[in-house]
């Protein structure tokens, strides 16, 4: 049966894969492809509505990104945003321009009409605005159902050929009715039925792996994060222990989660997968003495991490899967699915290892975003304090020690971290804030304790919120937990006498300290 599917032509803008999250949020499957994808291929996917994004550009400059206009006529349901509703206008004969009064930030709309689309919307309702160009005269046929102040087109429509277009960013948060409006497309418009569910998911991809798999043997790279640990359990509830799941401690995980890896994953764990524990820290250790450049520690890391694998591998003997936790974020960013610039080359330890011996790779998360991620791991039963791991970087504490990695340094800011992630929970703050985690500096400077003097590190503490890690604020968490969390790490962690909260958003700062 084909699944239901909402489909959204990504035009570049920033909101892209929120437009998607906020769709599968109603509980539609949602796709990203870019504005370049051919006509012929739409219309065989015959998806159940299309939602044209935003983007940088101006519409009516003639390099911009456009779309044909038989987009227009195959008599399915679209919503176009921001860009997307402005390039609709354009090209079905309305007028775009430069507005007099650029919109940016929270701004109140006005509905002036009823619209399936603002179903159960407040009449004045505050909405999230970001254009320099506006709608000067919609397309012939289009009625206006909303505007601003400053905006005479907030939102127009065409209700018999179900084209709507919507100066404003419904995809974000700060429209404070905007999931009720891509509800209203959804549902009102697109009349989808909403089957998209996590519990569908796992049942599918079970029945879909075991189709594949057959009895053949798999293989995983398992490190202990949300994403291949999720493939992993769903491997092996599918094919129990035809699995076999590598897990390489290269030694630079938080503290004891190598041990509480194992804990869940190896024998003593519930699942009936085969797993084998690397220990290799002491080989990283010498790989990485010595080497102080960033980028070099990554690729040391990645490297060493691959060869370990392989090794591994090769004891088990030729397979015929090979499992990744790609998901689906990963497949956008790198180039495959939308628009959006190729931002990071991904770079997950274990990449793609070349000397495996296997058939076929399975990627069994690689539609989902990482909330559905988890919901899988919940709907699995994977233990919630693993299903909420945050984000950690595949070169782990590596990329979190300024300058040269030894085992001294390690334990500092493993220490440190781990007093750092407890005083955040014991606040209420760990599932609010989206990313915090001490790094070490290599700095050292002169400190007094007791009577004695001092020479020693400065631990950093960092504390972001982030919607898509692109870009991220940093967190204001309370003073108090903060002076807590910096005496007790001064107190209870030798060779740390000062520790600095970075108050550095990304840009300009990224979100690791490396
Ligand atoms: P940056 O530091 O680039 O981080 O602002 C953005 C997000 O990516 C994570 N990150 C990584 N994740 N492998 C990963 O799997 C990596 O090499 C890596 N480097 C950074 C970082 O933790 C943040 O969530």
Not at 16 to 40: D, F, G, H, M, W
Not at 452 to 477: C, K, P, Q, S
Request: glycine residues 8%.
């Amino acid at each position: 049966m084909k699944r239901e599917t909402v489909i959204v032509l990504d035009f570049g803008g920033q909101y892209n894969q929120l437009v998607a999250r906020r769709v599968r949020e109603c509980k539609v499957y949602c796709e990203i492809y870019s504005y370049k994808t051919p006509i012929e291929k739409i219309k065989a996917m015959a998806p159940k509505g299309i939602i044209l994004t935003g983007g940088p550009n101006s519409c009516y400059e003639p390099d911009s990104p456009t779309y044909s206009k038989e987009l227009f006529e195959l008599g399915i349901p679209i919503l176009g945003l921001c860009y997307g509703a402005q390039l609709m206008q354009l090209i079905l004969g309305g007028e775009v321009a430069k507005a007099p009064v650029r919109e940016y930030g929270k701004t109140e709309v006005m509905v002036s009409a009823d619209s399936p689309l603002f179903q159960n919307v407040s009449p004045r309702t505050v909405c999230w605005m970001s254009h320099f160009d506006y709608i000067a005269k919609t397309a012939p046929g289009f009625e206006i159902t909303a505007h601003t102040a400053d905006c005479p087109v907030a939102a127009a429509e065409n209700r018999v050929k179900e084209l709507y277009a919507i100066q404003f960013h419904p995809e974000v948060l700060h429209t404070q009715e905007g999931t009720k409006m891509i509800s209203n497309f959804v549902y009102r418009v697109c009349r989808c039925a909403g089957d998209w569910s996590m519990d569908s998911f796992v049942e599918e991809s079970i029945r879909a792996i075991r189709g594949k798999v057959g009895d053949g043997k798999v293989l995983c790279a398992l490190s202990g994060g949300v994403d291949s640990s999720v493939a992993a359990v769903l491997l092996s509830k599918a094919v129990g222990n035809q699995l076999t799941c590598v897990f390489v401690d290269h030694g630079l995980l938080r503290k004891d989660e190598g041990d509480e890896v194992a804990q869940v994953f190896g024998p003593s764990g519930s699942y009936k997968l085969n797993f084998i524990r690397v220990n290799a820290q002491e080989r990283f250790y010498a790989k990485l003495k010595g080497v102080e450049e960033p980028e070099k520690k990554r690729k040391i890391i990645g490297e060493e991490f691959i060869r370990v694998f392989e090794e591994e591998a090769k004891k088990i003997g030729a397979v015929d899967f090979l499992v990744q936790g790609t998901i689906y974020p990963d497949v956008v960013e790198s180039g495959l699915g939308g628009e959006s610039a190729v931002i990071k080359s991904h770079h997950n330890v274990g990449g793609l290892p070349d000397y495996v011996d296997f058939k076929e790779i399975i990627e069994p998360l690689r539609d989902l975003f990482k909330d559905e991620v988890r919901k899988a791991g919940l709907e699995l039963g994977i233990p919630e304090n693993l299903v909420y791991r945050q984000p950690f970087p595949g070169p782990g504490l590596g990329i979190r020690i300024i300058g040269e990695v030894n085992a001294e340094k390690i334990k500092i800011v493993q220490d440190a971290d781990a007093i750092y992630r407890e005083e955040i929970a014991k606040a209420g703050l760990d599932r609010s804030i989206g990313q915090y985690f001490a790094a070490l500096t290599n700095m050292r400077s002169v400190g007094v304790m007791g009577d004695e003097r001092t020479y020693d590190y400065a631990v950093a503490l960092r504390a972001v919120n982030t919607v898509d890690f692109m870009t991220a604020e940093v967190a204001e968490i309370p003073w108090e937990v903060l002076q807590k969390v910096s005496s007790r790490i001064v107190n209870e962690v030798g060779h740390v006498n000062r520790v600095m909260y970075d108050i550095t958003s990304k840009p300009p700062g990224t979100i690791e300290f490396e």
